[in-house]
């Protein structure tokens, strides 16, 4: 297709196709075009003369520009206003053959040639004073909430509230913050289905009663001997040990040991001498209350006895169900749990009926949740619906911190004070503490 600077509007030709008299052009007829005899523009701009400076003295003789004045100007590529180097020069609208007054082109005068020059950051300090919209406005200042306003979470990031957390957890303070029974409450942490947690829940409420200002004393009765490493308590073999109390009868106090950098804490540790208890125990008379009895003649006073029993129930078990007034049962979120939790309920009943008819049941706490799955979920609800107000409202969740704290031989309450499993522990403590207090019964020395 040949462009020779025109075009046909349809509704500039007249019948039968033939063009107009009066056709109309694309370009704009400019007042300084040129026209040479076959009617084409022969240049867009008239031939001016040049300008020529003279030479200084002495000096160079620097040529000028031959740009005629009337020369748009050129465009700046630095500055945002002329728009891109590339783009197209727009061009002046069109003379229709209706238009009452033709339109011109008026070129813009040339801008001088400045250098560019970096325009310097000017920064506006926020003001606190609010500001009106417009001339007149006002704005109430009751009301108005300035952008620098810290919010909750500008206040509170995640590592303060982790680090305040952590502090209320240590509470360096010693001040006793949690309720403190009116009686030696000697709780049985057993559950015969291995791994729910039995271990990890002894040594992590027992520090956290500690740290609040309870005196609470730590039984470990499960040869492994866990819960003394949980609480860096020595336990190798020639170390004296419940095994001791059990069959030769020598008192609690001797075999106690304070632990380190936890005050009001006690532990009588568990040596693998433990395993053959089990046996020796058979033909001692009153075997099934000999824990029991190195309890009560213990001279001193605890808040909280505290007695992790292995995963069987054997005599050790029944010695630990007979010494105590409360069981505290961890069952791990999962279908295997539920399954063994029955046998136990029914030995539990035993005791009750024929050794110990003060025991019961006081309290159910849930372990390794996972809130991932549906069978968590399940297995709360269930767990929930069976017993009750006997479940406690904190639940443990799965945490690798609760897993790393016993090989530093630490409990998670001091290994990382900030993390959930930590903070679920400290929960279920004081909830622990505050259900004591609800049973106001006269203290026991």
Not at 108 to 128: G, M, R, Y
Not at 287 to 303: C, K, N, V
Not at 365 to 382: I, K, N, S
Not at 410 to 430: L, N
């Amino acid at each position: 297709m040949h462009d020779d600077g025109r075009y046909d509007d349809p509704r500039l030709t007249g019948p039968g196709g033939e063009p107009s008299a009066d056709p109309v052009s694309r370009e704009t007829n400019y007042q300084e075009w040129t026209v040479n005899e076959s009617g084409e523009p022969s240049s867009l701009y008239p031939a001016q003369p040049s300008k020529r400076r003279e030479p200084s003295a002495g000096g160079p003789v620097r040529p000028v520009s031959s740009v005629p004045a009337n020369v748009p100007p050129a465009r700046d590529p630095l500055d945002p206003a002329d728009g891109p180097v590339n783009a197209p020069t727009p061009r002046p609208p069109a003379v229709r053959a209706n238009a009452a007054v033709p339109t011109r082109y008026e070129p813009q005068p040339p801008v001088s040639a400045v250098p560019f020059q970096a325009v310097p950051e000017v920064t506006v300090a926020p003001s606190d004073t609010p500001q009106a919209d417009g001339y007149g406005d006002e704005v109430d200042a009751s009301t108005y909430v300035s952008r620098e306003t810290p919010t909750r979470e500008e206040d509170d990031p995640p590592l303060a509230m982790e680090a305040m957390r952590a502090v209320q957890i240590l509470n360096p303070s010693g001040e006793v913050t949690m309720p403190r029974p009116d009686r030696t409450r000697v709780m049985c942490v057993a559950n015969q289905k291995g791994g729910v947690g039995k271990t990890t829940t002894t040594v992590n409420l027992a520090v956290a009663l500690a740290l609040h200002g309870n005196r609470v004393l730590v039984v470990d009765l499960d040869p492994q001997g866990n819960a003394s490493t949980g609480l860096n308590v020595p336990h190798h073999t020639g170390v004296p040990d419940v095994y001791d109390c059990l069959i030769d009868s020598v008192p609690l106090e001797e075999v106690a040991q304070a632990v380190e950098g936890i005050p009001n804490l006690w532990c009588v540790p568990a040596t693998i001498d433990l395993a053959g208890a089990e046996i020796e125990l058979v033909s001692v008379v009153a075997r099934e209350s000999r824990l029991a009895r190195a309890i009560a003649a213990y001279p001193g006073h605890f808040d909280y006895v505290f007695i992790d029993c292995p995963p069987s129930l054997g005599l050790l078990t029944v010695n630990a169900l007979v010494a105590a007034q409360e069981v505290l049962i961890p069952i791990q979120c999962e279908y295997y749990a539920l399954e063994g939790l029955n046998q136990l309920i029914n030995n539990i009943n035993l005791v009750r009926q024929h050794l110990n008819p003060k025991l019961e049941v006081s309290t159910i706490l849930l372990t390794m949740y996972d809130r991932r799955t549906r069978l968590a979920d399940a297995v709360e609800q269930d767990v929930r619906n069976h017993f009750g107000d006997k479940v406690l409202q904190a639940v443990i969740p799965r945490n690798v911190r609760v897993s790393e704290a016993p090989s530093y031989g630490q409990s998670v309450m001091t290994y990382d004070p900030g993390s959930r499993g930590a903070t679920s522990y400290f929960e279920a403590a004081q909830e622990i503490a505050e259900r004591g207090v609800k049973e106001p019964v006269s203290r026991n020395a």
